[in-house]
């Protein structure tokens, strides 16, 4: 399970990671607080931070359900692949959001494996 552990602090390191580039973003394109519009290159860097919060509500505790009830391994390289399409989305989004679906899809993909993943094993575990 210690693979799933660092997996789980390495995307709570990338959240971070995107919260320290959107204050950076606001710096540079005078964006002051509490504003989150104004100039479209601060929004999308702050739209990549916002939007992995959104995705680490599902990506976290399907990762932790996986890697209990199917293979905390496996759990770990879904988890990966999960933050390297977040990786992929921020370098893409932040210069123009068109672009981003290649790694909204690598990330996303991951994602949606852990979480049917962890509910089968779950069930499975359930009714067994």
Not at 93 to 119: H, S
């Amino acid at each position: 399970m210690e693979a799933i552990v660092v997996v789980t602090l390495l995307a709570l390191a990338q959240f971070l990671y995107f919260g320290t580039k959107v204050g950076q973003a606001r710096v540079k394109y005078d964006v002051k607080a509490p504003a989150i519009s104004g100039n479209a290159d601060f929004e999308r860097i702050f739209r990549v931070h916002q939007n992995t919060l959104e995705q680490l509500i599902v990506f976290t505790p399907s990762l932790w359900f996986f890697g209990i009830y199917v293979h905390a391994m496996a759990g770990a390289a879904l988890g990966v692949g999960y933050l390297v399409g977040r990786h992929i989305y921020y370098n893409t989004y932040k210069g123009d959001a068109g672009k981003r679906a290649v790694g909204m899809l690598v990330g996303y993909v991951p994602m949606v494996v852990l979480l049917l993943g962890g509910l089968g094993g779950a069930i499975w575990n359930w009714v067994s």
